[in-house]
């Protein structure tokens, strides 16, 4: 995998796992006033929501590089089977 590929994967991953912690320790206003949405959250914690993406993604790509390096999941023979 080249330098290239891997900050792509990396950025991949990093971005879903950040979508999925986002909603993660939300709490929101209990007593709406004007110009505020019923639905905004008192604390938002997005660094601390971005440290926990990075540290999670960077487990997962460890275990994606292993496994596209080491060929344990080969796409070029995939790519072969389907064309048969």
Not at 12 to 20: A, K, P, R, T
Not at 33 to 49: D, I, T, Y
Request: charged share 10%; with cysteine; proline share 5%.
């Amino acid at each position: 995998m080249n330098p290239f590929s891997a900050i792509v994967v990396f950025v991949l991953i990093w971005w879903m796992v950040f979508f999925c912690t986002l909603p993660f320790g939300i709490t929101n206003i209990e007593k709406s006033e004007n110009g505020s949405m019923p639905g905004a959250p008192v604390k938002h914690g997005l660094k601390k929501k971005a440290i926990i993406a990075t540290t999670i993604s960077a487990v997962l790509w460890v275990v994606a590089y292993f496994i596209i390096t080491s060929n344990l999941l080969s796409f070029h023979d995939m790519a072969l089977k389907m064309r048969m």
